[in-house]
């Protein structure tokens, strides 16, 4: 049975279609309807002509689902002709087929026309699996149309994660709480990010045995949904227990340009 699903995506085909070819970005689509994880050390880091990975699915994370079988393979030409496809040519022991197609075509209205097209079998279950792929593919399409706009400080958030990890490395726990403090200034109006942002600070500070810290990290991770449902969040707040966990504060202009910053995915 098949299931076909269309959805325009407001970010260049160029950076679609670079960011459909990484695991990173199945794993954020997919969530919290299914997690993927990776079954040997074998690279989950990007989608390769020819490759085969083996991953445990868990639905909503933590149910388990059996292991799948991705096999893709890629159908594109030079860098200036479009469209451009991946397949998933996949398949577990409770599925026989799941033969998935990402086609990636420029809109001619600007952004990006984005296609799944999947072909799924697994005997008697068919239908109930057939039902399943409709919702999850519907699910991945709405995730997609949602990080296109959030892709820019998801990068941020990246950068400054990195710059983290490497201060605290060398022992520079100041500027290792900088960047950190850049990170919760980025990620605050998305939900998870937030959440983990918290997380992280909350970490360094049992790293550092900072028990003040510890506090004050426990209360955030606790009041970021509540902001997050209130829509309250004050914008620039640095996420330290050193700042009231109310104020606003100015945002640096470096990092307000960055985010800021256009895919030029739609005209």
């Not at 049975?1 to 670079?18: D, G, N, Q, Y």
């Not at 296109?148 to 994660?161: F, G, Q, Y």
């Not at 919760?184 to 003040?212: K, N, W, Y």
């Amino acid at each position: 049975m098949k299931v076909s699903r269309s959805t325009h995506i407001a970010l260049k085909p160029e950076t679609v279609w670079a960011e459909v070819q990484t695991a990173g970005l199945l794993q954020h689509i997919a969530w919290p309807l299914v997690r993927f994880e990776p079954v040997s050390s074998t690279s989950f880091d990007r989608f390769r002509p020819g490759g085969r990975y083996q991953v445990n699915l868990r639905l909503f994370g933590i149910i388990p689902f059996g292991t799948q079988w991705i096999v893709t393979s890629l159908n594109e030409a030079d860098d200036t002709e479009w469209p451009k496809r991946l397949r998933d040519n996949g398949r577990s022991a409770l599925i026989s087929k799941w033969d998935h197609w990402i086609t990636v075509t420029p809109d001619p209205n600007g952004g990006t026309h984005y296609s799944d097209d999947v072909d799924v079998s697994a005997g008697f279950l068919t239908p109930f699996i057939w039902a399943f792929a409709q919702i999850f593919y519907w699910h991945r399409q709405r995730r997609w149309r949602g990080l296109a706009k959030s892709l820019p400080a998801r990068r941020v958030i990246e950068k400054e994660m990195a710059a983290y990890r490497s201060a605290a490395s060398s022992g520079d726990d100041d500027r290792a709480w900088h960047h950190l403090e850049r990170v919760h200034i980025v990620s605050q109006p998305f939900l998870g990010p937030h959440l983990a942002t918290h997380r992280a600070m909350l970490r360094f500070a049992i790293e550092q045995r900072d028990c003040s810290e510890v506090l004050g990290q426990i209360l955030r991770i606790i009041l970021a949904p509540l902001g997050a449902l209130t829509g309250r969040l004050p914008v620039g707040n640095t996420g330290r227990s050193n700042v009231s966990a109310f104020a606003p504060m100015p945002v640096p202009d470096d990092l307000q340009l960055e985010i800021d910053q256009p895919d030029q995915g739609s005209r």
